[in-house]
């Protein structure tokens, strides 16, 4: 029951900034982590950068400095700044809670000139 919605993805220059949200509807622990992962093509799936209940977070070394994770209760945002050709990915929302794992359907993020 529990749908995870991601949004804000698109085409951006290199240098340039997108903002992505996820939405959590359903039956969740109030305390649980979530986060973003992606998946370039060809590649597996990485962790982008997560963040629990209490504040803690997880964030990959590719992206600290330029990506900020933010969460509002149910809502989930990536602000994700100085883009690289390199963040060129599908982008997944991601929740656990009481060793349940959730995903969303992803967003596509494409830095290109």
């Known amino acids: 029951q529990v749908q995870l919605v991601e949004s804000g993805g698109g085409l951006v220059q290199p240098g340039g900034s997108l903002r992505l949200s996820c939405v959590v509807s359903?039956?969740?622990?109030?305390?649980?982590?979530m986060g973003w992962y992606r998946q370039a093509p060809g590649k597996q799936r990485e962790l982008v950068a997560t963040?629990?209940?209490?504040?803690t977070s997880n964030v990959a070394d590719s992206v600290e400095g330029r990506f900020t994770l933010s969460r509002e209760n149910r809502n989930l945002y990536l602000k994700m700044d100085s883009l690289k050709p390199e963040d060129t990915a599908i982008y997944y929302c991601?929740?656990?809670?009481?060793?349940?794992?959730?995903w969303g359907q992803g967003t596509q993020v494409t830095v290109s000139s």
């Open positions: 359903g039956r969740v622990f109030s305390a649980y982590r």
């Open positions: 991601h929740v656990t809670s009481a060793g349940m794992r959730y």
């Open positions: 963040v629990g209940g209490d504040g």
